[in-house]
C-alpha cells in the first residue's frame, strides 16, 4: 500500500460502504485495499458480518444509549487530534458513530456464542437393554444395562472428554490431535484412538480396563498410572487405591454386548461368574463338589433356558430356578 493511505481507518471506511453512504471513490479505494491480500479480505468479511448482526434487529442493543456513552470518550478535548483528513469534519462525527456499532455488535455476538452458543451436555442412558451411540467425533460407544454417558454436543480443541458411569466399550475414532478421555469417577482413560472395555460400576469394588486394540491410558486420583496395550487389563482397588495391569484371561468380557460366551475346559463355578453377568441372574450349588465340573462349550446368543437345558444334558445334573436364583 502506499504511504497516502497509511493512515486511512478502514473500519470506518467498511462501516460508510455498508450503510450505502461511500462515494465512489472510497468504494474504489476499498474494494482495491480487499483485493490486497487475503488478510484484508477476511477483515472485511469479519466487519460485514458483524454489521448484518447489528442490523438484524435479534439482539437488544441501545444503539443510541451506548453511542452517547462512547461520544463522551471519543469527544473528549484531550482525545480530538487532527490527522490526514480523508472526509469533511462534519462527517467524522457520523463516521464514528458507525464504527461504534460495529464495535458494540461484535461484543454483543461474542457474549451470544458465550451464553446462547455454548454446547449443551448430551446424555445416552441403557437402562433395561443394551446401547449404542456415535458421538459427535465419530466415536462408537456400547453402553451395558444401567449404564450413563455424558458428552458435550460439540467437542473442544484440544481434547474430547465424556463422562461415564456403568459399564462400555468404546470404539474410539483416532485423533492424535485431540486425545479422548473417560472420566470414570477414581479413573481417567486416555485414547487417541483404539477400541477397549471399562466398567466403572459404582457397586463394583473395582474399576476394569480391558484393551482390544491400541494403547489406553489409565490415570487413577492417587496419581498412579498404567499404560495398556491390546490383552491387557488394568484393574484400580477402590479400597486400597491400587492400580495394577495384568494379562486379561477372560475371554468373555464383551459377551455382554456380544451375547457369545466361549468356555474351554473351565469350572462350572468360574462359568456362572460369567452367565450371571450376562443373564443377570444368582447361581448356586447344592454340592459344592459340582462347582469343580469341566465346562468345553460356545453359547453364541442363546436364551437363559437353553443354556441350562445343555449344562444339565452335559453333566446329568438338574438346574431349578427359586426367586430368581438357578440352582444347580
Do not use: C
Not at 4 to 28: C, R, V
Not at 57 to 69: A, L, Q
Amino acid at each position: 500500500m502506499n504511504n497516502n493511505n497509511e493512515h486511512i481507518d478502514y473500519t470506518a471506511l467498511t462501516g460508510k460502504y455498508l450503510a450505502n453512504e461511500a462515494t465512489k471513490e472510497e468504494a474504489a479505494l476499498l474494494e482495491k485495499w480487499v483485493l490486497e491480500s487475503e488478510e484484508n479480505k477476511r477483515l472485511f468479511n469479519s466487519y460485514r458480518q458483524t454489521w448484518l448482526l447489528s442490523q438484524s434487529g435479534k439482539m437488544k442493543v441501545d444503539i443510541d444509549g451506548e453511542w452517547n456513552k462512547i461520544e463522551k470518550i471519543l469527544f473528549a478535548e484531550e482525545k480530538i487530534k487532527e490527522t490526514v483528513p480523508m472526509y469533511p469534519k462534519k462527517s467524522l462525527r457520523q463516521i464514528l458513530k458507525i464504527a461504534a456499532i460495529v464495535l458494540i455488535a461484535l461484543t454483543a455476538s461474542y457474549f451470544l456464542y458465550r451464553t446462547i452458543a455454548k454446547p449443551a451436555v448430551e446424555n445416552v442412558v441403557a437402562m433395561e437393554s443394551v446401547k449404542s451411540a456415535t458421538l459427535p467425533d465419530g466415536t462408537v460407544v456400547s453402553l451395558n444395562k444401567n449404564s450413563v454417558i455424558s458428552y458435550p454436543g460439540r467437542f473442544g480443541r484440544k481434547k474430547r472428554k465424556v463422562l461415564l458411569k456403568g459399564e462400555a466399550y468404546f470404539q474410539v475414532k483416532r485423533n492424535e490431535e485431540k486425545p479422548f478421555i473417560i472420566d470414570a469417577e477414581e479413573v481417567e482413560i486416555e485414547v487417541l484412538g483404539t477400541s477397549f472395555n471399562v466398567n466403572a460400576r459404582p457397586e463394583s469394588p473395582v474399576i476394569e480396563v480391558i484393551v482390544n486394540s491400541g494403547k489406553v491410558a489409565v490415570r487413577s486420583i492417587n496419581g498412579k498410572e498404567v499404560l495398556l496395550v491390546k490383552g491387557e487389563r488394568g484393574v484400580f482397588s477402590k479400597s486400597s487405591g491400587s492400580l495394577v495391569k495384568e494379562q486379561n484371561r477372560s475371554r468373555n468380557y464383551l459377551a455382554w454386548k456380544t451375547k457369545k460366551l466361549v468356555f474351554e475346559n473351565d469350572k462350572l463355578g468360574d462359568v456362572v461368574k460369567d452367565l450371571s453377568k450376562v443373564y443377570e441372574v444368582k447361581f448356586e450349588f447344592s454340592n459344592d463338589s459340582i462347582s469343580d465340573y469341566r465346562l468345553t462349550a460356545t453359547f453364541d446368543n442363546l436364551s437363559l433356558d437353553a443354556v441350562l437345558n445343555i449344562i444339565e444334558e452335559t453333566f446329568d445334573i438338574k438346574a431349578e430356578k427359586k426367586d430368581g436364583v438357578v440352582v444347580f
